[in-house]
């Protein structure tokens, strides 16, 4: 069956710019998570869905970073203004609710130059 | 709060030995433990987990890990390298609050030479 996709595979845009990340999960998968992974930083979370609500927020690192998910399916994560520091991979997962395997995508890896 | 520590940050191995990837974890209550691996370019694949059933968890790719409560361990391990096993390797605790989030290492980057 199909995995877990997000678009665009690439970005690079210029300091200032707002972008979009796309996550699209497995269908049937309630729970949706994204993480972000950087030179510096490793792997860490940064917001879960429980359907199209966002119950932990914790991990967004700083107002800059937004993200809605609708029908209890497709995610976007958005980043306004910005900074070099946002350079990185961006994950999404997906997984049943209540089950704690997370299924991976590909991730989008932005560029801010 | 929970918090897992890689204790090698890179791994050198040869073809055809065994591999030892070590893992220490911290956590107030039981955790889920998992390892996942990582290829250049790739996403992040489940190589094996383990929640709290068989202590001795059987994953993909003949890698195995054993949790050891008293060491408060996980350390995966494989017979016999090969070569396609060179990648980034990721332990990785579950958070069992609810949101079952998840909290990284900071990876292993295992070479097998030949």
């Known amino acids: 069956g199909a995995g877990v996709s997000q678009s665009p595979s690439n970005k690079v845009t210029e300091k200032g710019k707002d972008v979009e990340l796309r996550c699209d999960p497995i269908s049937g998968h309630t729970a949706l998570y994204w993480y972000r992974q950087s030179l510096g930083q490793g792997l860490e979370f940064l917001i879960y869905?429980?359907?199209?609500?966002?119950?932990?927020k914790s991990g967004l690192p700083s107002d800059r970073f937004s993200a809605e998910r609708t029908g209890g399916s497709v995610s976007t994560l958005t980043i306004q203004r910005t900074q070099q520091e946002d350079s990185a991979v961006y994950l999404c997962?997906?997984?049943?609710?209540?089950?704690?395997?997370?299924?991976f995508g590909p991730g989008t890896r932005l560029t801010v130059t | 709060a929970q918090s897992v520590t890689q204790l090698d940050s890179h791994v050198s191995v040869s073809e055809g030995t065994p591999v030892l990837l070590r893992c220490n974890y911290s956590?107030?209550?039981?955790?889920?433990l998992f390892w996942y691996v990582q290829h250049p370019n790739k996403g992040l694949q489940l190589l094996l987990k383990y929640t709290s059933a068989a202590t001795l968890v059987k994953g993909i790719n003949g890698f195995e890990a054993e949790f050891k409560k008293s060491e408060t361990s996980f350390h995966l391990t494989k017979p016999s390298a090969h070569m396609s096993d060179a990648a980034e390797y990721f332990c990785v605790v579950s958070e069992a609050s609810g949101t079952y989030k998840y909290i990284f290492g900071t990876g292993t980057r295992l070479k097998v030479l030949a």
């Open positions: 869905f429980q359907g199209n609500s966002a119950p932990d």
């Open positions: 956590s107030s209550y039981s955790p889920s």
């Open positions: 997962a997906s997984s049943f609710p209540g089950i704690d395997e997370q299924y």
